[in-house]
T-cell receptor, first 116, second 114 residues
């Protein structure tokens, strides 16, 4: 069973629109970590955020915000007032347990295209 | 400081050839991971090192894949007798400490097997 599901394959918006990228995860562990990464056309994955399973506070960083809801096993990512430079593939990832060196389990990614 | 670097950035190999992909992690980073990313997919875990010890190689798809990190710094992923299904981007990531969870990724090596 897929552990991280990003149902939106591609999203296209016009600059200044708000956009939300969905992420649903599945795990039996009580301790886990959730991540978002950005992969621009250059290919390098850029770390955006890490959230642990015990912290359900929403987080805002500039135009980025994240909504973590354990009740629905979701960790959604919103970009406010999108810009062309936000165009990239965005990956949600899960790390289970609290052992060092646990691999990241990635979703298939959502391709975001922002046009001017 | 420098990020994770990988070389070569692009590699074309004929089926049956051996290839070696290099990863230079961020200086001082204890943990090192290799992932394989097929076209249009998310990265998939291959193997993990803590210093020079390979603690998890459960993601290596076959015994043709071999990774090493002999001095706990630079790592090499070797693929023997390459096959077309090995075509993918190979990503290396490092993290600061054994109990640190943010992984910082390199630009990847795009391997094409013809």
């Amino acid at each position: 069973a897929q552990k991280v599901t990003q149902a939106q394959t591609e999203i296209s918006v016009v600059e200044k629109e708000d956009v939300t990228l969905d992420c649903v995860y599945e795990t039996r562990d009580t301790t886990y970590y959730l991540f978002w990464y950005k992969q621009p056309p250059s290919g390098e994955l850029v770390f955006l955020i890490r959230r642990n399973s015990f912290d359900e506070q929403n987080e805002i960083s500039g135009r980025y915000s994240w909504n973590f809801q354990k009740s629905t096993s979701s960790f959604n990512f919103t970009i406010t007032a999108s810009q062309v430079v936000d165009s990239a593939v965005y990956f949600c990832a899960l790390s289970e347990g609290d052992q060092a060196g646990t691999a990241l389990i990635f979703g298939k990614g959502t391709t975001l295209s922002v046009s001017s | 400081g420098a990020g994770v670097s990988q070389s070569p950035r692009y590699k074309v190999a004929k089926r049956g050839q051996d290839v070696a992909l290099r990863c230079d992690p961020i200086s001082g980073h204890v943990s090192l991971f290799w992932y394989q990313q097929a076209l249009g997919q998310g990265p998939e875990f291959l193997t993990y090192f803590q210093n020079e010890a390979q603690l998890d190689k459960s993601g290596l798809p076959s015994d043709r894949f071999f990774a090493e990190r002999p001095e706990g710094s630079v790592s090499t992923l070797k693929i023997q007798r390459t096959q077309q299904e090995d075509s993918a981007v190979y990503l290396c990531a490092s993290s600061l400490a054994a109990n640190a969870y943010e992984q910082y990724f390199g630009p990847g090596t795009r391997l094409t097997v013809t």
